[in-house]
C-alpha cells in the first residue's frame, strides 16, 4: 500500500495545476533529492538562508532573497519588513502598528483573498481606484493620480499583486511610490512561467516581490520566495529566524545581513509561524534553479500531444474541445471542454461532480464551469493519467444516468 492509503486517502488525478488544495505541483526527482539530502545534516540555518540569498539574487536579478513557507507568508514577511525595518522593539510589537504609518494602498480592483496575509502584519489596506470594464459602466480602471492622492503620513507601502493585463503597469506605480519614498511590494505568487518574469517584475524597481516556490517552480508545496532590496529582506529573515543566541556569540552570515546595526536581536515574532525549514530550503533552490535554466521545457512540450489525445477521444460526443496554448514553449497549455448541457442533460457542475465520485477520483479545472467549460490543465498529468481521464469523461459523457 501507498503511504496515503496507508491512512485511508486515496491519491486522485489533479488535472487542475499546482493548486494547494490538491497538494501543488508534483516534485521533479531532484528536487525530491534534494529534500532527501538536506533532512540529514545540521547546519547554521541563518547561513544557510544567506546562501539561499546569493543563488536566488542571482537568479531573480535582485540584491537578496529568503526561502518563505509560501508567497501568502513572504507577503506577510515583506510587509513586517516594511513597517519595522531594523527596529526590534517595533518586531516585537507587531502586528500591533499603533503609532507606525501602517497604511498600505492597493487598487480596489486588484484585492484577494490572499491579501489577508499582508493585513496580518497590522496594515491597513486603503482601496483606490475603480474597474470600469468589469462593472459595465466605462472604459477607465485604476489609475495612477488615485494611488497619488492617496498617498499621506500613515502610507507605508503600496501592495501590487501583478498580472499579465494589470493596469496601471507596476513600473508606473513604482515611480509614483518611489517620488514619495514609499515601497512596493508585490505579489508575483503565479506569474510564472515565464521564467523571464523571475527577472522581469523585480526589474521594474519593485523593492520587494513574492513568488511561490510549490507553483511552476515545482519546489515544496510549502514554500515561497521572497526577494528585492537588501535591507528590506535581511529585515523579513531577521522577524523569520531563531535568533535565541548570546547577541556577543551571534554572528551574522555573508552579505544578506552585512553592516547590520541593531540595538539587540529581535525575539520570535510574527514570522516564526512563517519559517522554511533546511530540506525545504535546498530543495526550493534546486528546483528555482531547474526552473530558471529551462529544465522543464522537454517536458511542457509533451503537454500539448497529451492533451490533444484527449480531445481527440472526446470526438462525437456532446462538446467542443479547444486547445489552448501560448506557444512559447513554457507556459501551459489548456485543454478546455465546452459541454453542450442541453444535448447532454448535465451540467458541467454535474459531470465535474461525478468525476470526483469515480475511482480514482478526477479533479478537473473548474474556474469556468459556469460558462460549462471543463478545464484539463496538464502538469499534474501522465500518458495513463491522461488516459484514464479520456476514458472516464467518454464514459460520463455517454451515461445520463
Ligand atoms: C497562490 C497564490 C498565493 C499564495 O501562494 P502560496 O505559495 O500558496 O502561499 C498568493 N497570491 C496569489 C495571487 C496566488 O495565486
Given at each position: 500500500m501507498g503511504i496515503y492509503?496507508?491512512?485511508?486517502?486515496?491519491?486522485?488525478?489533479?488535472?487542475?495545476?499546482?493548486?494547494?488544495?490538491?497538494?501543488?505541483?508534483?516534485?521533479p526527482p531532484a528536487v525530491v533529492e534534494a529534500l532527501k539530502l538536506g533532512a540529514t545534516e545540521a547546519v547554521v540555518l541563518d547561513q544557510l538562508q544567506a546562501a539561499a540569498s546569493r543563488v536566488i539574487a542571482e537568479l531573480t536579478g535582485t540584491e537578496a532573497g529568503l526561502v518563505t513557507a509560501g508567497a501568502a507568508a513572504a507577503l506577510t514577511l515583506g510587509?513586517?519588513?516594511?513597517?519595522?525595518?531594523?527596529?526590534?522593539?517595533?518586531?516585537?510589537?507587531?502586528?500591533?502598528?499603533?503609532?507606525?504609518?501602517?497604511?498600505?494602498?492597493?487598487?480596489?480592483?486588484?484585492r484577494n483573498g490572499y491579501d489577508h496575509a499582508v493585513r496580518a502584519a497590522g496594515v491597513r489596506l486603503v482601496e483606490v481606484g475603480m474597474n470600469e470594464l468589469v462593472s459595465g459602466a466605462g472604459v477607465r480602471r485604476a489609475e495612477i493620480w488615485e494611488y497619488e492622492a492617496a498617498f499621506r503620513g500613515?502610507?507605508?507601502?503600496?501592495?501590487?499583486?501583478?498580472?499579465?493585463?494589470?493596469?496601471?503597469?507596476?513600473?508606473?506605480?513604482?515611480?509614483?511610490?518611489?517620488?514619495?519614498?514609499l515601497p512596493v511590494l508585490v505579489d508575483a505568487a503565479a506569474e510564472l512561467p515565464p521564467r523571464a518574469n523571475l527577472k522581469a517584475i523585480p526589474a521594474t524597481g519593485a523593492d520587494l516581490v513574492c513568488?511561490?516556490?510549490?507553483?511552476?517552480?515545482?519546489?515544496?508545496?510549502?514554500?515561497?520566495?521572497?526577494?528585492?532590496?537588501?535591507?528590506?529582506?535581511?529585515?523579513?529573515?531577521?522577524?523569520?529566524?531563531d535568533l535565541d543566541d548570546h547577541p556577543e556569540l551571534w554572528d551574522p552570515p555573508g552579505d544578506l545581513f552585512k553592516d547590520l546595526r541593531l540595538p539587540g536581536l529581535p525575539r520570535q515574532g510574527l514570522g516564526r509561524g512563517l519559517k522554511a525549514s533546511k530540506e525545504e530550503i535546498v530543495a526550493l533552490l534546486a528546483a528555482l534553479r531547474l526552473f530558471a535554466s529551462g529544465g522543464y521545457d522537454a517536458e511542457v512540450a509533451t503537454y500539448r500531444p497529451r492533451l490533444e489525445r484527449i480531445a481527440a477521444a472526446l470526438a462525437g460526443c456532446p462538446v467542443t474541445c479547444a486547445l489552448r496554448d501560448a506557444g512559447d514553449g513554457e507556459s501551459f497549455p489548456v485543454l478546455a471542454i465546452k459541454v453542450d448541457q442541453r444535448a447532454l442533460g448535465q451540467s458541467a457542475f454535474d459531470l465535474c461532480r461525478r468525476l470526483r465520485r469515480g475511482s480514482p477520483p478526477i479533479y478537473l479545472g473548474h474556474s469556468e464551469l459556469q460558462a460549462g467549460v471543463l478545464l484539463v490543465h496538464p502538469l499534474c498529468l501522465d500518458d495513463e493519467k491522461a488516459a484514464l481521464i479520456a476514458d472516464r469523461l467518454r464514459a460520463a459523457l455517454h451515461d445520463k444516468s
Open positions: 492509503e496507508d491512512l485511508g486517502i486515496t491519491p486522485i488525478i489533479n488535472a487542475t495545476g499546482s493548486v494547494t488544495r490538491l497538494g501543488g505541483a508534483p516534485m510587509t513586517a519588513a516594511i513597517l519595522t525595518r531594523f527596529d526590534p522593539a517595533r518586531m516585537d510589537r507587531l502586528p500591533h502598528t499603533r503609532g507606525m504609518a501602517h497604511e498600505f494602498v492597493v487598487a480596489r480592483e486588484q500613515r502610507t507605508a507601502g503600496v501592495l501590487f499583486v501583478q498580472t499579465a493585463d494589470v493596469r496601471p503597469a507596476l513600473a508606473e506605480v513604482v515611480a509614483a511610490a518611489h517620488a514619495r519614498g513568488f511561490s516556490g510549490g507553483k511552476a517552480i515545482r519546489g515544496p508545496q510549502s514554500t515561497g520566495i521572497l526577494c528585492g532590496r537588501r535591507d528590506l529582506v535581511a529585515a523579513a529573515a531577521l522577524q523569520m529566524l
